[in-house]
Nanobody
Framework: QVQLVESGGELVQAGGSLRLSCAAS????????MGWFRQAPQKEREFVAA????????NYADSVKGRFTISRDNAKKTMYLQMNSLKPEDTAVYYC????????????????????WGQGTQVTVST
């Protein structure tokens, strides 16, 4: 059974930094793409960042570009999201996900392209 487990979410002051981790099992680490999404209360789940299997292709939502960095360590079967210069609007539950074909299809930004999901980790940015 393929599983994804997020960790690292916590309360942090605006302007601070956090690093989220996503531990993968099974063949998830070999997926075409892995990504991070987030969902705030009463809002739709939105794309944050995605990374290809070979780790050379990375894409970011405009709202986090220049502040967040996605990375992937296949030897450790772990994906990371380094978040710097955090803003209150970054407050959300963050989910990691894996897709068999997100980069192949060109729809890496769409939650519907991801087949496997973690349970989420809460990130709260205080003012």
């Amino acid at each position: 059974q393929v599983q994804l487990v997020e960790s690292g979410g916590e309360l942090v002051q605006a302007g601070g930094s956090l690093r989220l981790s996503c531990a993968a099992s099974g063949r998830t680490i070999s997926a075409d793409a892995m990504g991070w999404f987030r969902q705030a209360p009463q809002k739709e789940r939105e794309f944050v960042a995605a990374i290809s299997r070979g780790m050379v292709v990375k894409n970011y939502a405009d709202s986090v570009k220049g502040r967040f960095t996605i990375s992937r360590d296949n030897a450790k079967k772990t994906m990371y999201l380094q978040m710097n210069s955090l803003k209150p609007e970054d407050t959300a539950v963050y989910y990691c996900a894996a897709s068999a074909s997100a980069f192949y299809s060109g729809h890496y930004y769409s939650a519907g392209q991801y087949e496997c999901w973690g349970q989420g980790t809460q990130v709260t940015v205080s003012t």
